[in-house]
């Protein structure tokens, strides 16, 4: 009797989100448009089978100017990573560093720029995606301050 009293106990108990649930405030479609007019799209689908899945661009003038494919899914340690491959560069991987209440900050300090990849849902309407690091010694960053899509019609 105790053993299925505690059994319905333990099955109307929800699971703890994982790594990969809480980093669910990233996905949906965001958009930026820089004095310059350039306008960045990056679109995440939610987490699924333990992983996101991302794409970014940027257009001005007309014309494609960079890409982007970006994964967050656990590494062979099972901690998560951000992999993504640029614009058709080499793929690079960042491991988690820090995740917080609707925060993430992702580290690699191998890599040439950025060392750091950071997301912060500022409202349900606003992500500010950031990227760190040093180049030639110098400390660098550059600031996505993303709005949601607007559905068209």
Known sequence: MI????????????????D???????GGCWTLTRPNGAKIEEQWLAPAGGAMIGMSRTVRD???REFEFMRILPASDGKLQYVAIPSGQPEAAFPVKAIGDNTVTFENPQHDFPQRILYRLVDKDT???????????QARSADFPYKRCQPSN
């Open 3 to 18: 053993g299925s009293i505690l059994a319905l106990a333990l099955a109307a108990t929800p699971a703890a989100p994982s």
């Open 20 to 26: 990969i649930d809480k980093l669910g405030f990233i």
């Open 62 to 64: 007309g014309k494609l």
């Open 127 to 137: 992500l500010v995606a950031r990227i760190e690091g040093s180049v030639g010694g």
